[in-house]
C-alpha cells in the first residue's frame, strides 16, 4: 500500500513540475512578444499624439495606407509612373562633418511618402569605397522637394564629396551615385 502511495505521490510531483514549467516557458514567450509590439505601437501612438511630422526621416520607408509603390522603370506596371521621377540631387558632405546631406525632388503629381535606395561612394577614378543602402519615411508634396540630413558612412572624417570645399588637412575626395529601389505615393 504504502508503495503505491509512493508512486502516485511522485507522479503528482512530476506533473506539477512539467505544469509549472510548461506555463513558465509558454508565459515568458508571450510576455516577450507582447512588449516588443506593444512598445512600438505605443511610441508610434505618441508621436501621433504630440504631432510630430517630419519632412524626411531616417526611418524605415514603410507602405503607408493610401499608398502605393513604384519599383520600377515599367510605366503600365506602376500606373503610370516610373522611377526616374523622383530625382536625387545636391549632395554634400564636408571632410570635417557627420553627416551626409541631399535633396529629394518629387516630380510626380501625388504625395511621396517613402523611398529606397542605394548610394554608393566611389572614389574619382571608379574604385567603390562603401555603398549604402537607405529608406526614408517622407512627406514630400507633388512637384516640391525636401533636403535630407542622414549619418556619413565616413566614421573617421576623412573624405569629402568632390564637390565640397576640402578642408586644410587634405582629406581624401569621392563621389556619389543614387540607385532608387523604389518609392511610395499616397492616393
Not at 109 to 126: E, F, K, N
Request: contains cysteine.
Amino acid at each position: 500500500m504504502g508503495n503505491k502511495k509512493n508512486r502516485l505521490l511522485t507522479r503528482a510531483i512530476m506533473l506539477a513540475v512539467l505544469a509549472f514549467f510548461a506555463v513558465s516557458y509558454a508565459g515568458a514567450q508571450k510576455i516577450g512578444y507582447k512588449m516588443k509590439v506593444k512598445e512600438k505601437k505605443e511610441k508610434n501612438a505618441l508621436k501621433k499624439e504630440a504631432g510630430e511630422t517630419t519632412d524626411v526621416t531616417g526611418g524605415d520607408a514603410e507602405m503607408v495606407k493610401g499608398s502605393f509603390m513604384v519599383a520600377s522603370q515599367c510605366p503600365s506596371c506602376n500606373n503610370g509612373y516610373r522611377l526616374d521621377q523622383v530625382v536625387f540631387t545636391g549632395f554634400d558632405k564636408k571632410q570635417n562633418n557627420s553627416k551626409e546631406s541631399f535633396f529629394i525632388i518629387n516630380n510626380t503629381d501625388r504625395r511621396l511618402t517613402g523611398v529606397a535606395l542605394y548610394i554608393d561612394y566611389r572614389t574619382p577614378d571608379g574604385r567603390q569605397l562603401n555603398r549604402q543602402y537607405l529608406k526614408l519615411s517622407c512627406d514630400i508634396p507633388a512637384g516640391e522637394t525636401r533636403k535630407v540630413d542622414i549619418k556619413s558612412w565616413d566614421t573617421q572624417r576623412s573624405f569629402y564629396y568632390y564637390k565640397s570645399t576640402p578642408s586644410k588637412n587634405g582629406g581624401n575626395p569621392f563621389d556619389v551615385t543614387f540607385d532608387p529601389i523604389c518609392y511610395y505615393l499616397g492616393f
